[in-house]
């Protein structure tokens, strides 16, 4: 079955240090990536996302990911965090042939300490 | 930068009433989808709209549940009669045509007493 784990529910870190999001999928084809994420009371915007091209991609706000098919995974980073970061972030699948249908990860909420 | 707006932001009904939930989609999109979020849990697909019609639905939009797209700029989410779980957010999305990514609205936040 197609499924996407979110192998943190809760990340706390400070203020200045860095960010490590992980997320990792089923492999049976090759699917687009993305992360979202949701602030409190707001909707849901996309972070970046990969769909085939360069395996390290770049997102808003200082965030990057890199898709690693040995491993089927596409881990969040962020060098330096900021307290405007704490949030819920989700990573999202979407895969070949479901006409861009998402399964979301179960979702890690990113605590930022001073 | 457009963006895909929905109303009401916050819903109180009784058990047994009809809900629609509303969604103005980005104007040049043509899919379009509803998923909720219960309170702690994951965000899941209900359904995927295009041409008029359901392309896909999962298995948690029963009978209960149907979609619309009336007048060519709304997209409804109707329940016939809830039920205290459906309780959730509601987010709606839509994506153009040469792209996979979904802009998602602020969502519907429906409480079911």
């Known amino acids: 079955a197609q499924s996407v784990t979110q192998l943190d529910s809760h990340v706390s870190v400070s203020e200045g240090t860095p960010v490590l999001l992980r997320c990792n999928y089923s492999s049976s084809y090759s699917p687009s990536l993305f992360w979202y994420v949701q602030h409190p009371n707001k909707g849901l915007q996309l972070l970046l996302k990969?769909?085939?091209?360069?395996?390290l991609v770049k997102g808003i706000n200082g965030f990057e990911a890199e898709f690693k098919k040995s491993e089927t995974s596409f881990h969040l980073t962020k060098p330096s965090a900021h307290m405007s970061d704490a949030a819920e972030y989700f990573c999202v699948v979407s895969w070949p042939g479901t006409a861009s249908k998402l399964t979301f990860g179960t979702g890690t909420r990113l605590q930022v300490t001073l | 930068e457009p963006e895909v707006t929905q109303t009401p932001s916050h819903q109180v009904t009784q058990m047994g009433q009809e809900v629609i939930l509303r969604c103005v989609p980005i104007s040049n999109h043509l899919y379009f989808y509803w998923y909720r979020q219960i309170l702690g849990q994951k965000v899941e697909f209900l359904v995927s709209f295009y041409n008029n019609e359901i392309s896909e639905k999962s298995e948690i939009f029963d009978d209960q549940f149907s979609v619309e797209r009336p007048d060519g700029s709304n997209f409804t989410l109707k329940i016939r009669s809830t039920k205290l779980e459906d309780s959730a957010m509601y987010f709606c999305a839509s994506r153009a045509v040469n792209t996979g990514e979904l802009f998602f609205g602020e969502g519907s936040r429906l409480t079911v007493l």
């Open positions: 990969y769909t085939s091209a360069a395996t």
